[in-house]
Every structure is written in structure tokens, then in C-alpha cells.
């Protein structure tokens, strides 16, 4: 058959195969960016905030929908790593575009340790200190800062000293409410998540290393090893959920949110307050659990896939998913958006049909003729 393809066909076969791979690529990708809630939070008014796409969703202490806030106002052109608040309600987050390229998001995927700069590359871009309700933004550090990656924040409310996990280049930082770094960056993790400070210690996910950690805060001995916490049971391993990224108090115990190894697709496991394992909450097939957050009485867990604010009681039965006018109004358009993408990419895969159906065809003519 190859013998009666014309080369210009050919060529023009290889190019629009090329071009329908590239509109099936660029169409699951931007389907798949407009995920579900992702970062939970709790403010210190007791308000909880569910962060989705480019927007925060915050609600009263009985999770009652109060407002919904679109960070693109604070120039905030793609969410990117985590966010907390400051004792006055000030937001700490990053604006600007996703600065990654896609050789930095390869290097990731492979577990490759980041080494741009924390420098930023345009001085609108950046970690920003921001108030929610007059929108003024104010650049946190004097010699300015921007992880331009996957980072976690936990900030003292009683000093405002800010901590970070610097994800991707496998460090834990510390700055004082301005800004100023106030120790050296700590280092011997692997792809460290969330952290938060709790009865004088500062715990930290140290996901690679499948282990919770307990370092000392102060800042003459910040990152100082107090001990570690297995927390991937038996059970865990077997259903290959062994990557700890996100956890919570809740009253007397611990839940961990425990990844497979693409980072979803996990499972929720309790510990007691000695970190001993007792048990794993129960989760619906498909579940994509991402943040874990006490709120009252009850707990709440983001599930990215299933566009869903999961609630469970304290002691892990399942309650009724969270209703909330304002996240329902953003995944209302996020489903039409999708459903737009999805079209987009599966119109590539049809394309590539039509034309290995259209070369059978021609092939099939050429050989009835040469028998003819």
C-alpha cells in the first residue's frame, strides 16, 4: 500500500494526524485544569474558605455560604501553590501567571528537585499580602519572593511568622510577617506539603519519605528533628495510598490524607494523638480527596475529581456533601467548560479516525482496480 501513497498524501496525513494529537492534547489539558475544590482553609474570624480554580469560597462558621471571591481582582492570573491567612485576615498568596514552563513541569513529574530562582522574573509576580475586601496587595519580602512552584504556607497567628514547605525544591522556610527570612532554609526533605505549627512543634507531610515530622519552630534552631511518624499502615500499602500530602486535627486524633503515586486517588487514615493508626474513613470508589479541614463539628474534605466538598462527623461517618451557592455557580460553568474541552479533544481523535478510515478506503480502491 505504501508504494501507491502519494508523497505530498503522506505528508499531508502526517500533518494533520499531528495537528488532531496536538487539539486532543491542548483540549484534555484544559478540561483537566478546570478541576474541583482543591486547598482548604479556615481564616482567624473561624470562616472557612474552599479555594477552586482561581477562586476562594468562604463561608461562616456553620459552613453557610457568605462570598465568593475572585482572585483574578488581586491579579491573580492561575492559583498556584497554597495560601493562609494572617491574624488581621490579610491573605498571603501568589499573583501573577504560572511561570512554568513545560520542561519545569517534565523535571517535576520526574521527581527532578527545582532549581530556578526564587527571585521573581517580573516584579507584578510573586508572594503578595492582600486584603480581601479592599483588594490592596503589598509585596511580602524586601528582597522579594516567588516559589513559581507547589508550596505550602502555615502562618502563626500569634506572631504572624510565616512558615513554607518549599516544595519543590525540597526545603522548609521561615519569615517574619514582612517578609524578612528569619533562619536558613532546612533541608533533607522530599516534596514537603502541608504543614502547621501545633503544641509548640512545627509538623510538615514529608511526602517522599511517607512520614509525618516534628521540628523544632524557633528560629535559632528551626528544622531541628524532634521525631518522625510512620503514617502508611498495612492498609495504606495495599491500596498503594503511601504518599502523605495533606492532614488534620481533629479533637484527640490526626487524619492524613495518604496519595497514590500520581498525588490522587487517595485515602483518608486516622491516627490517634500518638500518631498509633486507628483507622480509615470510608470513601466512595472514584474519590479524590485533596485538603482535610476541621470545621466545627465536623470535618471537610476536597475531592478535585468529584467536584465535591466532602463532610464527615469527628468520628469519620459521612454527612451530607457541603452545599454552597457560590461553588455551585463555579462548577456549574466549570461543567460547560469541560464539556466545551472535551468535545475539543475528542474532535482530534475523530479526526485521526476519519483519516486511517479514509487510507483504508483509498487502499482498498487501489487494490479492486489493480484485480479489475
Not at 56 to 68: I, K, M, N, P
Not at 265 to 293: H, M, Q
Amino acid at each position: 500500500m505504501n508504494t501507491d501513497v502519494h508523497p505530498a498524501v503522506a505528508a499531508l496525513v502526517l500533518i494533520l494526524t499531528a495537528v488532531a494529537v496536538g487539539v486532543w492534547m491542548w483540549g484534555s489539558g484544559a478540561a483537566a485544569r478546570l478541576g474541583g475544590p482543591a486547598e482548604l482553609n479556615i481564616g482567624p474570624d473561624g470562616h472557612s474558605y474552599v479555594q477552586i480554580q482561581n477562586y476562594l469560597v468562604e463561608h461562616d462558621e456553620a459552613g453557610a455560604f457568605l462570598r465568593t471571591h475572585d482572585l483574578g481582582a488581586m491579579d491573580v492570573e492561575v492559583f498556584l501553590g497554597g495560601y493562609a491567612f494572617f491574624s488581621n485576615g490579610d491573605i498571603l498568596l501568589r499573583r501573577g501567571p504560572d511561570p512554568r514552563s513545560f520542561m519545569d513541569n517534565l523535571r517535576a513529574y520526574g521527581r527532578e528537585t527545582n532549581r530556578n530562582t526564587i527571585v521573581p522574573g517580573d516584579l507584578s509576580s510573586g508572594l503578595f499580602r492582600c486584603n480581601l475586601d479592599t483588594l490592596a496587595c503589598e509585596r511580602f519580602g524586601e528582597a522579594w519572593i516567588d516559589f513559581k512552584a507547589a508550596y505550602g504556607v502555615f502562618i502563626d497567628w500569634q506572631t504572624d511568622e510565616v512558615y513554607f514547605s518549599d516544595t519543590t525544591r525540597h526545603l522548609l522556610r521561615k519569615y517574619s510577617a514582612t517578609g524578612v527570612e528569619l533562619a536558613p532554609p532546612v533541608s533533607g526533605f522530599q516534596f514537603p506539603n502541608q504543614l502547621m505549627l501545633f503544641d509548640g512543634q512545627l509538623l510538615v507531610a514529608d511526602t517522599n519519605h511517607h512520614v509525618i515530622r516534628r521540628l523544632e519552630p524557633q528560629s535559632s534552631t528551626y528544622g531541628d528533628d524532634v521525631d518522625r511518624k510512620d503514617v502508611v499502615p498495612a492498609t495504606a500499602k495495599t491500596a498503594q495510598q503511601t504518599w502523605p500530602s495533606h492532614f488534620a486535627r481533629v479533637g484527640e486524633e490526626w487524619w492524613v490524607n495518604n496519595m497514590q503515586t500520581g498525588m490522587n486517588n487517595g485515602g483518608i487514615y486516622v491516627f490517634d494523638s500518638d500518631w498509633e493508626y486507628l483507622r480509615r474513613v470510608d470513601l466512595p470508589p472514584g474519590a479524590d480527596p485533596i485538603s482535610v479541614v476541621a470545621v466545627g463539628d465536623t470535618v471537610w474534605v476536597s475531592d478535585w475529581n468529584n467536584d465535591l466538598v466532602r463532610r464527615f462527623s469527628t468520628t469519620g461517618e459521612a454527612l451530607a456533601s457541603l452545599e454552597s451557592a457560590g461553588l455551585e455557580t463555579i462548577l456549574t460553568d466549570s461543567r460547560q467548560e469541560r464539556l466545551k474541552f472535551t468535545l475539543l479533544s475528542y474532535s482530534g481523535v475523530g479526526l485521526v479516525v476519519f483519516l486511517l478510515l479514509a487510507l483504508l478506503v483509498r487502499a482498498f480502491a487501489l487494490s479492486m482496480n489493480r484485480k479489475s
